[in-house]
């Protein structure tokens, strides 16, 4: 059947895309730390280099982004292949692109009023300016402290923890993009089909 063998195919583009997205994030990485290498103190920048944290973090992050993609290109283009598969089938569609339609709309709406909120409570200032202290070796943090797995250092427990926190923000802001942006492609697709099929009508 037509539409399994179009499913297959788009499942093949997604991969193609999603192979040269890693690919282009890694070389933006390069880039990036490149830059650093000329910009930055020799210091800062082997502070940031050196850091296993940093390092798991950014891999991590670029195989994140690369799933990302690869699932939001084959949704969408699944999502096409479905509108063309109710208007082949069905004898009156109508009514099924209208719920569709309406129903992409609802999560893209919440959706973009949970980034908006995300947006407001973003950490990234406060976990730049705490790796700048970590960087400088404030005084007042190389002391040891009691913490969940035993003593460790203060400058590392707030290092690990902002970096912590930086992670769960990208990946809930991150998702929460994919959600928004999908379907408010799903709903512009509905919207379309429905105007042409009512003209038709």
């Known amino acids: 059947m037509w539409y399994e063998e179009e499913l297959t195919e788009n499942t ?7 192979v040269t997205h890693f690919f282009t994030i890694t070389i933006a990485i390069l880039f990036l730390a490149f830059l650093g290498y000329i910009v930055l103190p020799e210091k800062s920048f082997n502070a940031i280099i050196q850091n296993k944290i ?11 982004s690369s799933i990302t993609e690869y699932k939001s290109i084959k949704r969408a283009l699944n999502q096409v292949s479905f509108i063309r598969k109710t208007l082949s089938e069905k004898a009156n569609p109508l009514p099924t692109l209208k719920y569709n339609a309406l129903h992409a709309q609802i999560i ?22 705490g790796f700048g202290i970590y960087v400088d ?7 040891s402290i009691n913490f969940i797995i035993g003593n460790a ?10 970096f912590t926190f930086l992670a769960i923000y990208i990946l809930l802001i991150t998702r929460t993009y994919q959600i928004y942006k ?18 038709k009508s």
């Open 182 to 199: 999908s379907k408010s492609f799903d709903y512009y697709w509905y919207q379309v089909e429905i105007i042409k099929y009512e003209e």
């Open 153 to 162: 250092m203060l400058n590392e427990v707030l290092m690990y923890s902002g």
């Open 12 to 18: 093949y583009f997604a991969i193609k895309k999603a």
């Open 108 to 129: 893209s709406d919440v959706a973009l009023k949970k980034l908006d909120l995300l947006k407001s409570f973003s950490p990234i200032p406060f976990v730049i300016y």
């Open 137 to 143: 070796k404030k005084a007042i943090l190389n002391k």
């Open 54 to 64: 940093v390092q798991i973090l950014i891999l991590l992050g670029t195989i994140f």
